[in-house]
């Protein structure tokens, strides 16, 4: 017989399903209608709904590398921000229902982090409000402040679940290799126009009006996507683990992949890839090693190929080392330099300014002369000794390309103490868990260890940004404590000197006497 609630059931899904059909088969007549497209994606979010709830952690993992942008929702945000406040939410939500589902216990974490979102909530308030002009608002910059409050959400969806120990390698796959999608961003020269479709998710980095010449064309995203490899090779089996190994394929793919990096033309990649390799090489204790002499042998060789073959490079790799003392094509020099002294007008023209902001930081708003100001295009051309590079497009929008100097301008003495606070928790948090975390994870831990020291010296001295770096340090901090499961407590010592108790004197025997 059948079953009249079954057949219910079915009937009111068929009439739902119809109308949507109808509904969506309307909305088609008009596809690039902004609200067109912005309907079929909630649709399409409703279907896999039941997919993302059950493995939204390790999407969340796999979209944090991952270059793509949801352009279907207003302001275009990247995929990173998007599945963070998504996990985020179904883990809170996970907790208020299961009591069992707690957050990792980190409050050397926690305290910098609400420190600086205060910081910013605050200053914010002070100096013209959250601005976006994406939703019609009448100041611009409040990009900068979403991109520093999910960056703090990264860290408590980070530290929503405990990563098991027998997938901790699969996790760190989707925690590195997601990057390597970003070069179906430079792509789109080669791909046929029915494909370039996809660039809608992954959108060019550069332009390519001129053409591409592979070793002259600086692919952004082909540098930043091969460099994934040699990382994820160090984060996998370390620096010894790479050059020691009786498996070849190992070393040929670092080298080979850290060449291709050069693709970008950009110096920070080589330091950075460098101060990596420098600081697991002291981490795995390399240096009391007998590979050390090798090192430094294969080191003089490489010095001395170069020292040959430097000018005869491509252009994009002899701009990417361009730093070292070597002999360059003086176009290449000429383009380092001018990047280089960019940077060093802004920096000189914007320090004075420093002490105007310590009290309350100028903040990210802009207003509609700000924009107007970097639009005109007055500011661009340095070669005129009077422009005051502090004035300059970038230099308005925050974008100082120094880490110091985009705190102190922003926020202030306080942004700076926030800063400084969560270097030195992610320190910490980072080498707890490299000097007492389980054995199994003492490869990775020293590679999250070396991480987040390179990180906090390219922060200081080298190149970066505060919306950005404060998300940076609390990622690497939250994937670590995933991993670990908290931060790793020093194990308890044994007595040095036990004490040791007397033996309780033997009980005199007792004579017993014949029976007479």
Not at 97 to 102: F, G, T, V
Not at 154 to 180: E, G, N, Q
Not at 217 to 235: G, N, W
Not at 261 to 278: D, K, Q
């Amino acid at each position: 017989m059948t079953n009249p609630q079954a057949t219910m059931r079915m009937l009111i899904t068929y009439v739902i399903s119809i109308a949507a059909a109808v509904f969506v088969g309307w909305l088609l007549t008009n596809p690039l209608d902004y609200g067109t497209v912005g309907f079929l994606g909630l649709i399409l979010l409703v279907l896999v709904s039941p997919v993302f709830i059950k493995w939204h952690y390790p999407i969340m993992i796999f979209g944090l590398g991952c270059p793509m942008v949801c352009f279907f929702l207003v302001g275009r945000p990247p995929l990173a921000q998007v599945v963070v406040l998504m996990s985020l939410g179904i883990a809170i939500v996970e907790r208020t229902i299961n009591s069992d589902k707690r957050f990792i216990s980190a409050p050397v974490m926690v305290w910098p982090l609400l420190f600086i979102a205060g910081i910013v909530l605050v200053t914010a308030k002070l100096t013209g409000g959250i601005g976006l002009h994406a939703l019609g608002g009448g100041t611009g910059g409040g990009k900068k402040y979403i991109a520093l409050a999910v960056g703090i959400a990264t860290f408590f969806a980070l530290t929503s679940h405990r990563i098991p120990r027998d997938r901790w390698k699969w996790y760190l796959m989707l925690y590195l290799l997601s990057s390597l999608t970003g070069v179906i961003s430079d792509m789109f020269p080669f791909l046929p126009s029915p494909l370039n479709i996809i660039n809608l998710l992954f959108p060019p980095q550069e332009n390519f009006d001129m053409g591409v010449v592979i070793g002259t064309t600086r692919l952004r995203a082909f540098a930043y996507a091969f460099s994934v490899i040699p990382t994820y090779l160090l984060a996998r089996y370390g620096l010894r683990g790479v050059l020691a190994s009786s498996r070849l394929w190992r070393p040929c793919l670092f080298f080979l992949f850290a060449a291709l990096s050069l693709l970008g033309g950009f110096r920070t990649t080589l330091v950075s890839l460098a101060l990596l390799c420098i600081i697991m090489f002291f981490l795995e204790g390399l240096h009391r090693s007998r590979l050390m002499p090798a090192l430094m042998l294969a080191g003089v060789l490489a010095a001395a190929l170069l020292a040959v073959f430097s000018d005869k490079l491509p252009y994009t790799f002899q701009r990417s080392m361009s730093f070292l003392p070597f002999k360059w094509k003086s176009d290449v020099l000429l383009d380092a330099q001018g990047s280089s002294e960019w940077r060093y007008r802004i920096w000189r023209d914007t320090w004075p300014k420093v002490p105007d902001y310590l009290l309350l930081g100028k903040g990210y708003a802009l207003s509609q002369e700000d924009f107007q100001g970097m639009g005109s295009g007055t500011f661009v051309n340095f070669s005129a000794s009077h422009i005051d590079a502090s004035e300059e497009a970038l230099a308005i929008s925050g974008d100082y390309h120094n880490g110091p100097l985009s705190t102190l301008m922003t926020f202030g003495i306080w942004g700076a103490i926030g800063i400084l606070w969560l270097m030195a928790a992610t320190a910490f948090v980072l080498y707890r868990n490299y000097r007492y975390g389980d054995p199994e994870l003492h490869i990775f831990n020293a590679f999250m260890l070396a991480s987040g020291i390179s990180a906090i010296v390219f922060f200081l001295f080298v190149v970066g940004a505060f919306q950005n770096d404060v998300g940076g340090f609390a990622k690497l901090a939250g994937f670590s404590l995933a991993m670990n499961w908290g931060v790793a407590k020093r194990p308890a010592r044994a007595a040095s000197n036990p004490v040791i108790k007397p033996l309780s004197p033997l009980p005199a025997p007792q004579m017993t006497r014949g029976m007479s």
